[in-house]
T-cell receptor, first 114, second 115 residues
Framework: AQTVTQSQPEMSVQEAETVTLSCTYD???????LFWYKQPPSRQMILVIR??????QNATENRFSVNFQKAAKSFSLKISDSQLGDAAMYFC???????????FGKGTKLSVKP | GAGVSQSPRYKVAKRGQDVALRCDPI?????LFWYQQALGQGPEFLTY????????KSGLPSDRFFAERPEGSVSTLKIQRTQQEDSAVYLC?????????????FGPGTRLLVL
């Protein structure tokens, strides 16, 4: 069975600084997808970034980028130039190539200090 | 266009009551997912529909949980004889055709509190 582990329950970053959120996963599949979702206090889950396992190039979306290490089964999220609006719960999620549902980690609560 | 909507946003039930939670997916989205998110946890999969067909219900925690999507659009998650451990946020998500390459779009959730 696939598992997703986020080892940092809480993180804090100063506004305008950079922070990295960690995620590791376990799977025997070779074809899969990885996601980072953001859940602000209003609780609407929003997609931040996604990565296809077959792509070696790390995904980037504006200030958000990932460090995907397939062999190590690691998928960290880097947030550059942190903004107050980045404060939220961040969930790492796994989607197998043959399944429909996402498997989530327990989340990391990110605080941004002004 | 409109996103995924869920109603009610908050529900308080007495233990033993039945509840029904509604999800309106994005128009035209074929696939619909239900997740349960306990306090301080990540969402956990409950069930999955493609059109009106329930393809996977392996995550439903007991036979008190029932989901339907009779016309392939709106879905209802019903919980019978609610228990305190059912207290959680219930999230609905939809995707255009449900293929593994697709992003799931989430609704705001229904927060259920069972007293």
């Amino acid at each position: 069975a696939q598992t997703v582990t986020q080892s940092q329950p809480e993180m804090s970053v100063q506004e305008a600084e950079t922070v990295t959120l960690s995620c590791t996963y376990d799977t025997s599949e070779s074809d899969y997808y990885l996601f980072w979702y953001k859940q602000p206090p209003s609780r609407q889950m929003i997609l931040v970034i996604r990565q296809e396992a077959y792509k070696q190039q790390n995904a980037t979306e504006n200030r958000f980028s990932v460090n995907f290490q397939k062999a190590a089964k690691s998928f960290s999220l880097k947030i550059s130039d942190s903004q107050l609006g980045d404060a939220a719960m961040y969930f790492c999620a796994f989607l197998g190539g043959s399944q429909g549902n996402l498997i989530f980690g327990k989340g990391t609560k990110l605080s941004v200090k002004p | 266009g409109a996103g995924v909507s869920q109603s009610p946003r908050y529900k308080v039930a007495k233990r033993g009551q039945d509840v029904a939670l509604r999800c309106d997916p994005i128009s035209g989205h074929v696939s619909l997912f239900w997740y349960q998110q306990a306090l301080g946890q990540g969402p956990e999969f409950l069930t999955y529909f493609q059109n009106e067909a329930q393809l996977d219900k392996s995550g439903l925690p007991s036979d008190r949980f029932f989901a339907e999507r009779p016309e392939g659009s709106v879905s209802t998650l019903k919980i019978q004889r609610t228990q305190q451990e059912d207290s959680a946020v219930y999230l609905c998500a939809s995707s255009p055709s449900g293929g593994p390459r697709e992003t799931q779009y989430f609704g705001p959730g229904t927060r259920l509190l069972v007293l």
